[in-house]
């Protein structure tokens, strides 16, 4: 399957690439420099470039799927967390749906079903993905809703715990499990239409989503 990869140079996003080339689809990374082709071709992907702060529809020609694992980092301020992971995945979500591909994949977050609930500081960023989870949902495509707790640079493990709601959300999860997992949702129908939590855990991941 012909995958775009949206924030394809993140931490997340360059695992992403190497774990859906090594199931044998077509990662294609989205970009903003061409200095990072080369770690992406690496990974396994080709690249395109694009920016979610502009026009990027072009990103998306010919793609059957759209994983959305961008962001703006917690360095930034409201303004480019609303721009980017609020606004920047809704139009790829929009962006998606005018070009019929059906099949979308959003790397969200704990908390971002209940954004009152959070940190003061955390609070834009939780509504900002809540925003863009609920207008994924609210269209006709096939989603998959990833809400991962703290990511870690860890090695991965292959192994999770996953629910729709974890009754324990301590611990954290290496950003190469998150990876592993956004790929094996991919075409798990299991999956469809659903938003579920994912920490470290016991379970290999197929065991922890066909649990769910
Ligand atoms: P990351 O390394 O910061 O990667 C974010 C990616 O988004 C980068 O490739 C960046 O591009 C891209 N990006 C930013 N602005 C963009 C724009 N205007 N247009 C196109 N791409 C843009 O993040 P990560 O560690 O892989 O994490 C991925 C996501 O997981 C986070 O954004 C967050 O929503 C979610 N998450 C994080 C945690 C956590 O504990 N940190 C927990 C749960 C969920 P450049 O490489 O060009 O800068």
């Known amino acids: 399957m012909k995958v775009l990869v949206i924030g394809a140079n993140g931490q997340v996003g360059t695992h992403l690439i190497t774990k859906l080339a090594e199931r044998g689809h077509e990662p294609v990374g989205m970009i903003r420099d061409t200095d990072q082709v080369k770690a992406i071709e690496d990974a396994g992907g080709k690249t395109v470039l694009g920016d979610l702060e502009k ?11 759209v994983i ?5 980092g917690p360095h930034t301020g409201a303004d480019k967390t609303i721009m980017i992971d609020q606004e920047g995945a809704i ?28 940190p003061d500081e955390m609070k834009p960023y939780l509504y900002a993905k809540k925003r863009a989870d609920e207008h994924l949902k609210a269209t006709n495509l096939t ?26 959300k301590s611990g954290q999860i290496p950003r190469e499990d998150v990876a592993a997992v956004l790929a094996e949702v991919l075409e798990n129908e299991h999956t469809f239409n659903r ?8 379970h290999s991941i197929s065991d922890a989503i066909g649990q769910l």
């Open 55 to 65: 026009d990027f529809s072009q990103a998306l020609y010919g793609c059957e799927a």
């Open 91 to 118: 139009k790829a979500v929009d962006e998606a749906k005018q070009q019929g591909i059906k099949r979308f994949v959003m790397l969200s977050t704990v908390g971002s079903d209940y954004p009152e609930k959070g």
């Open 143 to 168: 989603y998959t809703i990833l809400r991962p707790g703290r990511l870690s640079n860890d090695p991965g493990t292959g192994k999770v715990r996953a629910s729709e709601t974890l009754e324990d």
């Open 68 to 72: 959305f694992a961008a962001g703006s």
């Open 195 to 202: 938003s579920f939590e994912v920490l470290d855990g016991d």
